[in-house]
């Protein structure tokens, strides 16, 4: 099916929208600690994987060259946000104000956890994308619910095989490494199969509402050919 290039779908703009909140709630969301037994987390697994939900139902609806638009529009607002941040975090408080150390745990956040944070991001995004795109054409539009676990394992992979060492090399034991990216990547994965349910449902109503199911015969997968939708 044809995407119309003069359409503006409200669904996709809720998408959008929704998408860039979940990046910069998860930022703030990160610097809580959690600890499940043995597991230690932050609180961003709350609603970091939404991102590659909606990253999945993006991709399915409207194809990959709509979910790169996405990721980029993403990157910009939470690069945005952080900036914002460090640069409020920067300036001198009032003499009156006593929450100078609380606003800094938030938002002053180390350039080495933002430029990995970052890094991680576009790469696990876009090969979430990648996968579920290809996995598209090959199955000829079947079996949605593997393309949609697979591509977050790969995506989630690549997320925490660049996130942690770059943010977290040095600082925690290197051997621990390899338990704290698995224990992560078999997590967010646990979250997309859990609410897959709810994932089908909305591709459902988005392909009906929208009239839209977008197969990437010939597209270009540059990741910074941006303009092209």
């Known amino acids: 099916m044809q995407q119309d290039k003069k359409k503006v779908s409200v669904l996709f703009m809720l998408f959008a929208t929704l998408f860039c909140v979940c990046l910069i709630t998860a930022n703030v969301l990160e610097t809580k600690q959690l600890s499940f037994g043995p597991i230690n987390l932050t609180a961003g697994i709350i609603v970091f994987p939404v991102s590659y939900i909606i990253n999945d139902v993006v991709c399915e609806v409207w194809g990959y060259q709509r979910t790169r638009m996405l990721i980029w529009m993403g990157f910009a607002m939470n690069f945005f946000f952080v900036i914002m941040g460090a640069i409020a975090d920067w300036i001198p408080g009032a003499p009156y104000w006593h929450g100078e150390e609380g606003f800094h745990v938030i938002f002053g956040l180390a350039p080495r ?77 646990i979250y997309e199969i859990l609410v897959l349910p709810i994932t089908i449902r909305v591709v459902a109503f988005t392909k009906k509402h929208d009239h839209e199911d977008v197969f990437d015969n010939d597209i270009n997968y540059n990741i910074f050919n941006i303009l092209k939708i």
């Open 113 to 189: 956890i933002a430029f990995a944070s970052f890094i991680a991001f576009i790469a696990g995004s876009f090969i979430n994308a990648y996968v579920m795109s290809k996995m598209k054409l090959r199955s000829e539009g079947a079996n949605f619910s593997a393309r949609a676990i697979l591509s977050t394992v790969f995506g989630e992979l690549t997320d925490s095989v660049i996130f942690f060492p770059l943010a977290l090399g040095g600082v925690i034991p290197w051997e621990e490494m390899p338990s704290l990216m698995i224990s992560q990547v078999a997590l967010k994965t």
